[in-house]
């Protein structure tokens, strides 16, 4: 027998509302770069806000991660692995869809054998 | 860009547990959200040798962090760090494994939830003794920093 944290992501769904840190990370040229990202998920799956004169993700491989808790038994988080396709603009802002490939979700709290 | 021993770096250093550390691989962005130490004029991050994060920074050391400050700062400013890692055998010195015990487990909150959890202590140990690739550690050197706010800046 094993030992795991991951859950299934309905168990740590309250982090799709309200993340309490939330990133997005993708490949920028020969460096990866991670933006601090305003996040909302549609149906589990996860659009991020970028200034519009940000980076153009079109097509590109990204990890939308999100977590919560600073302690052992509270580490609670989930990412998010697709690529992403341009959906919703607001003025100066522009919403990235998540077309997923791998969901990971995680609740230390629920470390069990398996 | 802010410098590595600005006030504003330390500040979020010193207030911040739990950071988000982007790497890569050759063809891939990787992201992981990880507890650090701050020892020295070093970040100190506890992974097994075999890890994704530990493959990545053998081969591309240059890595990106961001920090929240969660301790004591207000939501909503974020800093976003560049390091040099490096990735070592075995665990940190002494002294950064009691500075880890003091900030992760021996803190007022942490000690709490460590007490009310005490019955999984094992579990934890036996999930720590299946990390890939046995005890390692990262060290990140901070090259520089710049201050963000969440969902406005790139």
């Known amino acids: 027998m094993s030992v795991t944290r991951d859950v299934e992501l309905g168990a740590v769904r309250d982090l799709l509302v309200r ?6 990370t993708f490949l920028d040229g020969d460096t990866v770069a991670i933006v601090p990202a305003r996040v909302r998920f549609v149906d589990d799956r996860p659009l991020v806000r970028l200034p519009a004169d940000g980076p153009d993700l079109s097509g590109r491989e990204v990890v939308v991660l999100t977590d919560d808790g600073p302690w052992w038994f509270h580490l609670r988080g989930a990412s998010f692995r697709g ?4 959906d ?15 969901t990971l979700s995680w609740d230390y709290g629920a470390v069990r054998e398996v | 860009m802010l410098a590595p021993d600005s006030p504003i770096v330390r500040e979020f250093l010193r ?21 650090f130490t701050p020892h020295g004029d070093t970040l100190w991050i506890t992974t097994g040798s075999g890890t994704r994060l530990a493959k990545n920074v053998e081969r591309h ?10 301790r004591h700062r207000s939501r909503g400013e974020v800093l976003r760090v560049r ?19 003091l900030r992760f487990y021996l803190a007022p909150g942490a000690l709490a939830s460590e007490l009310r959890n005490a019955g999984r ?17 990262i060290r990140l050197v901070v090259t520089g920093a710049e201050l963000m706010r969440t969902g406005s800046s790139t």
């Open chain 2, 61 to 70: 050391p240059e890595v990106v962090l961001l920090l929240w400050g969660e």
């Open chain 2, 15 to 35: 207030n911040s547990l739990v950071m988000h550390i982007a790497s890569r691989s050759a063809r891939a962005p990787f992201v992981t959200p990880i507890w």
């Open chain 1, 19 to 24: 993340p309490t840190r939330a990133s997005i």
């Open chain 1, 83 to 86: 690529t992403a396709a341009r």
């Open chain 2, 121 to 137: 202590w094992g579990l934890r140990a036996r999930y720590y003794a299946e990390v890939k690739g046995g005890p390692g550690h």
């Open chain 1, 88 to 102: 919703e603009e607001e003025p100066g802002f522009v919403w990235w869809a998540i077309a997923l490939r791998r």
């Open chain 2, 83 to 101: 390091a040099r890692a490096t990735c070592h055998a075995g665990l940190p010195p002494w002294p950064v494994l009691v500075r880890i015990a």
